[in-house]
T-cell receptor
Framework: GDSVTQMEGPVTLSEEAFLTINCTYT??????LFWYVQYPGEGLQLLLK?????DKGSNKGFEATYRKETTSFHLEKGSVQVSDSAVYFC????????????????FGQGTILTVHP | DADVTQTPRNRITKTGKRIMLECSQT?????MYWYRQDPGLGLRLIYY???????NKGEISDGYSVSRQAQAKFSLSLESAIPNQTALYFC??????????FGPGTRLLVL
C-alpha cells in the first residue's frame, strides 16, 4: 500500500534560519504529492503540491521538488519566520488513467515546527 | 464564511454514548471525507464519499458510521463511544483533481 514517512520532529529554529523537512514515500500507482500546514487551533490547508516528476511546488517562500528517483518531496524554506510555526504534513494521492484523483490522501505523521524570534 | 464547517467544535461525552459530528461544505464538491488525527500518527481516513449514493470505508472505520444527507452534508457517528476514540476529527471535501479542503476540526473527549 501507499505510505509517507516524514522526518521526526519537533524542529526548533531561530528566525531567518534555513528549513528542511524530509519526506519520502512509497506508492503503488503514480502519485501526486502535497504539503499541508496546520496552524495552531486550525484545520489543515494546502501549502503546495506537485503532480509529476521534477515538478517544483512553491508557495509563501516554501518549495518542494518531486523526485521520482529518490521517491522524495522535501520541504524547504530559505528564511523562516515566527509565523511559520505550525505542523507540516506530507501527503500523497494516486491518479487514475483518466487523470483524476482516486481521492484518498495518505499522510505522514506530521512535523512540528517552532520558530523562535 | 468558511468553506467547510464542523459542529460541534468541542465535545465531551461518556463511554457508551452515541454521538454525531456534522460537516457542511459550500464548495459544491461531490467528494467528502472524515479523518481522525492522533498525536504522532498524522491523519487517518475513517470514511469517504464520492457522491450522495457512494460511501466507502477508510482504513479505520470500525466503531464509526456515516450518513451523506446531501451533496453538502456528511455526518460521522460514534455508535457507542469508547475512550480510545478520543481524538481530533476533521472533515474535508475535494473536487476530482486532488486538493482537499479541511474544516476546523472537532475535538472529542470520551471519558
Amino acid at each position: 500500500g501507499d505510505s509517507v514517512t516524514q522526518m521526526e520532529g519537533p524542529v526548533t529554529l531561530s528566525e531567518e534560519a534555513f528549513l528542511t523537512i524530509n519526506c519520502t514515500y512509497t506508492a503503488t500507482g503514480y502519485p501526486s504529492l502535497f504539503w499541508y500546514v496546520q496552524y495552531p487551533g486550525e484545520g489543515l490547508q494546502l501549502l503546495l503540491k506537485a503532480t509529476k516528476a521534477d515538478d517544483k511546488g512553491s508557495n509563501k517562500g516554501f518549495e518542494a521538488t518531486y523526485r521520482k528517483e529518490t521517491t522524495s518531496f522535501h520541504l524547504e524554506k530559505g528564511s523562516v519566520q515566527v509565523s511559520d510555526s505550525a505542523v507540516y504534513f506530507c501527503a500523497l494521492t494516486t491518479i487514475n488513467a483518466g487523470g483524476t484523483s482516486y481521492g484518498k490522501l495518505t499522510f505522514g505523521q506530521g512535523t512540528i515546527l517552532t520558530v523562535h524570534p | 464564511d468558511a468553506d467547510v464547517t464542523q459542529t460541534p467544535r468541542n465535545r465531551i461525552t461518556k463511554t457508551g454514548k452515541r454521538i454525531m459530528l456534522e460537516c457542511s461544505q459550500t464548495k459544491g464538491h461531490d467528494r467528502m471525507y472524515w479523518y481522525r488525527q492522533d498525536p504522532g500518527l498524522g491523519l487517518r481516513l475513517i470514511y469517504y464519499s464520492f457522491d450522495v449514493k457512494d460511501i466507502n470505508k477508510g482504513e479505520i472505520s470500525d466503531g464509526y458510521s456515516v450518513s451523506r444527507q446531501a451533496q453538502a452534508k456528511f455526518s460521522l457517528s460514534l455508535e457507542s463511544a469508547i475512550p480510545n476514540q478520543t481524538a481530533l476529527y476533521f472533515c474535508a471535501t475535494s473536487d476530482l483533481w486532488e486538493t482537499q479542503y479541511f474544516g476546523p476540526g472537532t475535538r472529542l473527549l470520551v471519558l
